[in-house]
């Protein structure tokens, strides 16, 4: 198996030049150009590249030997001549001076210098975005290996001001050659190419070109991976034996011996473990060999058949099935019949690889009792569909019903579908498919939900076909879930035995052998089942008042009350019976008349008799007791009539039997009430003790609290800003304006 592997996917010893490379830009201050080397170049023609109309870099420009890096923004390819860039420069240079000169392709406006890292945070690509593959058109095609893909960079060091600079113009990114090979009989299109190294190879990087080798550096932040994936638009397929190559740029880097890396052609993946250090050069392409031998199985094998249990997603994402049109399943308590047809035309499909015999499904009237209908239609090619057989689902709402197929399946038949007619929602649980052969067949179906109880006479349906003479059929089963299974003596059933299940949820097994053919049919019982369906209860306050609560079991079970508990329990021992459920009467002892409100009478432990697992419910009483507080009570200029202006006149209003009243008065509108001077106002009332009067005046000066004065000894005022406040207890409460007072609202607080 390594030596296949090996033998499929493998690096060449050699290594090729990159021919060229790439560029974007802007101008402004002092005119000035450069040439770079016209081998360096942005488009490919081959593997031969060369600068492009519209191409621009990024140059920088500092005094010969340091580092204070001047950054010229963008220079343009002048399109008159080759490889000369102009723009214009950000300072004069020095007539006495010489400079050094650093050019980066393509043009990216963010970046300040040549020396980027972290300090200076501004990051460009190799290879292209992390999270976006690089696209090549075609097969063999180098065209994308320009600008972000694979960016260049040039020097050229203590150039008098006088001198045109001059450079050549480098790479920064290198070259994954994937060469593939069709070795699978069908045609082999390639649409997506993938390589995982050991370190981020593509996406943002800070790059530094001023040293003596070129810097590549990551930090938190950046966006990078160690996946270099590329997108191939319109390859032509390849046929058995044909290749076709596909280049993915990346940074460059070195892995080390026994370190693996990974190729994927269209998903299919393959690991090569490298027998020496491999470095990935700058400039250079570096060739690896995939053999795409990947085998495409779209089709079941018959016989097949599901269970139920995984509702939709089987259908969804099983090689072979499909579906159109399901609902979202149904809730885990109709399992197995969790596949929901709601919908007319929906269906589910099987593609298998053998002639058919015959068709069974099982499904459930969730949706109510109005009739159904299922259509098995069968293609040979899946595009033209032929009706097999009609299955009428009627019944009551959730019946359970099962259908055999009975009409013969055409032979050249390869595809099966089952289309529903709605009449109410249907669940269809489990399904299988006979193959039409002359071997001996057994079918059987899966055995779910065992009670943790066990079982004492469970019964296996099976079927057989092409039996032979004198071949006996026997069982055996896995001897710890299930522990016996014997043969009936009808030639249709086998009657099995569950132990008792204490724990987790478990799986067993019985299995059917008949000469050479065995059939292992599963069985799955549940976890013990011990559940309260409330563990808080709140009795109301009177004595002898009562609730009660569903405690579901698979076993027995008891009550303890805790001590000094308020409050008896009905029945305080439960012997199971026939769906395990059963009602628990809480009541009460003795009233709760108590100021502190509600109160805890104690708890109640329900303990499984078999596993001993324990539930806790508190019970709770009401109280009775109505406290009494103060109410309160506001009114406003609306809630008052009568009144006269200039003068002032009686006013008054009356809320909840209290009475605010003026002799004095005047309604300003909805503003406020006017008090005229020597005016009395009075809140009083005959069946409430007024404990607190607010009075909001309009202002807090003018027309405000001053004016206002209180009538007899009978409690206390003050104010503070617009409010005056009254407090005691009393009748009846008088205030004198003394000027003229105006008020925007009364707020009168009684017992």
């Known amino acids: 198996m390594g030596m296949a592997l090996a033998a499929s996917l493998s690096l060449t010893n050699c290594t090729e030049k990159i021919e060229g490379p790439i560029a974007p830009a802007t101008p402004a201050g002092i005119p000035f150009e450069i040439s770079a080397d016209i081998s360096t170049k942005t488009t490919n023609d081959g593997l031969a590249t060369k600068w492009a109309e519209g191409d621009a870099i990024n140059l920088f420009h500092a005094v010969a030997g340091t580092t204070d890096y001047v950054s010229d923004n963008d220079f343009k390819l002048d399109a008159t001549r080759e490889g000369v860039f102009t723009g214009n420069l950000s300072s004069a240079l020095d007539p006495s001076t010489s400079y050094d000169w650093y050019a980066i392709y393509p043009y990216n406006q963010a970046l300040e210098t040549p020396a980027n890292n972290a300090t200076t945070a501004k990051y460009f690509y190799v290879g292209g975005r992390s999270d976006t593959p690089a696209v090549q058109n075609g097969n063999n095609s180098t065209s994308h290996l320009v600008e972000r893909y694979a960016p260049l960079w040039g020097k050229v060091a203590n150039v008098p001001s006088n001198e045109k600079p001059s450079?050549?113009?480098?790479?920064?990114?290198?070259?994954?050659?994937?060469?593939?090979?069709?070795t699978t009989e069908k045609p082999l299109t390639v649409n997506s190419v993938a390589f995982t190294s050991t370190e981020p190879i593509v996406g943002q990087f800070y790059i530094d070109v001023t040293g003596t080798a070129v810097e590549y550096t990551t930090a938190t932040g950046l966006y990078n991976s160690s996946t270099a994936s590329l997108t191939v638009n319109g390859a032509a397929p390849l046929a058995n034996g044909e290749s076709a190559v596909?280049?993915?740029?990346?940074?460059?880097?070195?892995?080390?011996?026994?370190?693996?890396?990974?190729?994927?052609?269209?998903?299919?993946?393959?690991?090569?473990?490298?027998?020496?250090?491999?470095?990935?050069?700058?400039?250079?392409?570096?060739?690896?060999?995939?053999?795409?031998?990947?085998?495409?199985?779209?089709?079941?094998?018959?016989?097949?058949?599901?269970?139920?249990?995984?509702g939709k997603s089987i259908w969804t994402s099983t090689v072979g099935l499909s579906q159109n049109g399901l609902g979202s399943d149904y809730a885990s308590n109709n399992a197995p019949y969790l596949t929901k047809f709601d919908t007319n035309g929906d269906y589910v499909q099987v593609k298998f690889n053998s002639p058919a015999k015959q068709v069974s499904f099982k499904v459930k009237m969730i949706g109510g009792p109005n009739t159904s209908y299922f259509t098995l239609q069968g293609s040979s090619n899946g595009s033209v569909f032929t009706d097999i057989e009609e299955f009428t689902v009627s019944g009551k709402q959730n019946s359970e019903l099962s259908f055999v197929s009975s009409h013969s399946i055409d032979e050249s038949y390869r595809i099966l579908k089952l289309v529903f007619k709605r009449g109410s929602n249907v669940g269809l649980g489990a399904m299988s498919i006979s193959a039409n052969s002359t071997d001996p067949a057994i079918y059987a179906d899966d055995i779910t939900s065992v009670s943790a109880r066990g079982e004492s006479a469970g019964e296996l349906v099976y079927t057989m076909e092409n039996l032979v003479e004198g071949t006996v059929l026997s069982s055996s089963c896995d001897g710890t879930v299930v522990t016996s299974v014997i043969d009936n003596g009808d030639g249709k059933t086998f009657l099995y035995e569950v132990s008792k299940n204490l724990g987790v949820?478990?799986?067993?097994?019985?299995?059917?052998?008949?000469?050479?053919?065995?059939?292992?049919?599963?069985?799955?019982?549940?976890?013990?089942?011990?559940?309260?369906?409330?563990?808080?209860?709140?009795l109301d306050a009177a004595a002898d008042s009562k609730t009660t609560l569903t405690i579901t079991s698979d076993f027995d079970w008891s009550a303890k009350l805790s001590t000094g508990a308020g409050f008896t329990i009905s029945p305080e021992i439960y012997t199971w019976a026939a769906d395990g459920k059963q009602t628990v009467t809480i009541t009460a002892t003795a009233a709760n008349d108590s100021q502190d409100g509600i109160r805890t009478l104690g708890t109640v432990t329900f303990t499984d008799a078999e596993t001993f697992e324990e539930i806790v419910v508190t019970v709770k009483q009401k109280s009775s007791y109505i406290a009494v507080g103060p109410s309160s009570i506001t009114f406003t200029p609306a809630n008052f009539t009568g009144g006269t202006s200039g003068t002032g006149g009686a006013t008054n209003s009356l809320i909840e039997g209290v009475k605010v009243y003026t002799d004095k008065g005047f309604i300003d509108g909805t503003t406020a009430i006017r008090v005229y001077a020597n005016g009395i106002i009075t809140i009083s009332s005959e069946t409430k003790t007024i404990k607190k009067i607010e009075f909001t005046s309009t202002a807090s000066n003018k027309y405000g609290p001053s004016c206002l004065s209180l009538q007899g000894n009978v409690g206390s005022s003050s104010y503070s800003g617009k409010v005056t406040t009254w407090t005691g207890s009393s009748n009846s409460v008088s205030y004198k304006a003394t000027a003229q007072y105006r008020f925007t609202k009364i707020v009168v607080t009684y017992e």
Not at 508 to 537: H, M
Request: net charge positive; proline share 5%.
């Open 246 to 310: 596909y280049y993915i740029p990346i940074k460059p880097h070195t892995v080390a011996k026994d370190a693996t890396l990974k190729i994927s052609v269209n998903g299919h993946e393959k690991p090569l473990t490298l027998p020496k250090d491999v470095t990935f050069t700058a400039g250079k392409i570096k060739t690896l060999a995939f053999n795409y031998d990947k085998v495409v199985v779209d089709y079941v094998t018959l016989p097949w058949a599901i269970d139920g249990t995984g």
């Open 167 to 182: 450079m050549m113009m480098q790479h920064l990114a290198s070259v994954v050659k994937v060469k593939v090979t069709n």
């Open 505 to 538: 949820a478990r799986e067993g097994w019985i299995k059917l052998i008949y000469g050479d053919v065995e059939k292992t049919i599963k069985v799955s019982q549940n976890a013990p089942v011990f559940t309260v369906s409330r563990t808080e209860v709140e």
